[in-house]
């Protein structure tokens, strides 16, 4: 008896996607089909992003598949792509920010600033090789 990968049970699906990283679950399985797009936001992957082990080109892809307006939490590593920050469009309902590897505090501020209504937790890690 064979098994189709669309035969799996959620909970199985689930299993899957609890190895993989927010960045990987999207860009493996977002759009392939309805049940597995609905898995993805039921679980939380475009909500809470995690960009912070992904270099500059796969960044600019994957910006593509983020929903900017359900995103609650961001992790951004400054010194995996310096730019990550600077992409990122007005985020509504951003309330976490964690900045990593940070070179330039004012990218930070004004970011930041830019979510001050709705952000309540920032946490900003300086590069130990880089002054800020």
């Known amino acids: 008896m064979v098994t189709l990968f669309n035969d799996l049970p959620d909970l199985s699906l689930i299993e899957i996607f609890s190895y993989l990283s927010c960045v990987d679950a999207l860009w493996c399985f977002n759009n392939l089909n309805i049940r597995l797009t609905r898995l993805l936001i039921e679980r939380g992957f475009y909500y809470h992003i995690n960009l912070s082990s992904i270099?500059?080109?796969?960044?600019?892809?994957?910006?593509?598949?983020?929903?900017?307006?359900?995103?609650?939490?961001?992790?951004?590593?400054?010194?995996?792509?310096?730019?990550?920050?600077?992409?990122?469009?007005?985020?509504?309902?951003?309330?976490?920010?964690?900045v990593k590897g940070v070179r330039n505090v004012v990218d930070v501020f004004n970011f930041a600033q830019r979510h001050a209504i709705t952000l309540t937790h920032l946490t900003v890690e300086s590069s130990e090789y880089f002054e800020t």
């Open 55 to 98: 270099r500059y080109h796969r960044f600019k892809k994957i910006l593509s598949l983020l929903r900017f307006n359900v995103i609650q939490s961001l992790v951004i590593d400054c010194y995996s792509s310096p730019l990550q920050l600077r992409c990122c469009p007005y985020l509504p309902h951003l309330r976490i920010l964690k």
